[in-house]
Nanobody, 115 residues
């Protein structure tokens, strides 16, 4: 079992920045992939970014050039730095890990981009 606790969401103006954090606990040794997804009202959950155990990353086209995913093994934490935020980035952001064959999700944190 892996437990995930997210933080860092909030209200920000267009063009602003936020950093999301996701701390993992439990069977963290089995984590292969860490990532962030988001779900806007009335839309399906979608990938934002992933980081693999070897360090490789994948980004949604909408996130490329604006968002950066990173990890701190010492803190068992994955981060999503979001810059140049747009209104269309408004969504609930979910932390995700793949540990062995199991998916684990955080509780979600709201990001609202509005003036």
């Amino acid at each position: 079992q892996v437990q995930l606790v997210e933080s860092g969401g909030g209200l920000v103006q267009p063009g602003g920045s936020l950093r999301l954090s996701c701390a993992a606990s439990g069977s963290i040794f089995s984590i292969n992939v860490r990532g962030w997804y988001r779900q806007a009202p009335g839309k399906a959950r979608e990938l934002v970014a992933k980081i693999f155990s070897g360090g490789g990353t994948t980004y949604a086209d909408s996130a490329k050039g604006r968002f950066t995913i990173s990890r701190d093994y010492a803190k068992n934490t994955v981060y999503l730095q979001m810059n140049m935020l747009k209104s269309e980035d408004t969504a609930v952001y979910y932390c995700y890990v793949l540990a062995g064959r199991n998916d684990y999700w955080g509780q979600g944190t709201q990001v609202t981009v509005s003036s």
